[in-house]
């Protein structure tokens, strides 16, 4: 994930995979069918003496990296870093949202600020 604030509401700051396959998009799906059959294709038109074998075995690596980008998509919309508003509509927002604003001295966007999710434990106030 980026190293900088989300800039769309937190739907669950810590997803796991049954999450993210349960909040896929019908966009998604179509993602995965197409990287998949375009990936048979593939190897069915280049595997000459033994297509059906060079076409599954291109068909298993298409599935595996259609189902990492379409994790990576889902996640990316459950933690706030892509457009969820049907996620937000459908599952609702985290009771608990990062504090976006920028302080006057902190307007530099290299340095995210998402304070609202830190503990005290974790980032300590500087005792000078």
Known sequence: M???DPKFPVV?????VDDCLSALRFRDWAVL??????????????GRPARMATASTA???????????????????????KENAKEVTSIGMHAIQPNLRLKASQQDPR???AT?????STKPKLDW
């Open 33 to 46: 069918g197409g990287i998949s059959a375009g990936a048979w294709s593939y190897g069915y038109i280049m």
């Open 12 to 16: 669950n700051p810590n997803p796991s």
């Open 116 to 120: 609202g999710m830190a503990s005290e």
């Open 59 to 81: 068909f298993a690596i298409g599935i595996t990296f259609a189902g990492f980008v379409v994790l990576q998509d889902t996640r990316a919309r459950l933690l706030g870093y």
């Open 111 to 113: 340095f995210p600020t």
């Open 2 to 4: 980026p190293y900088s």
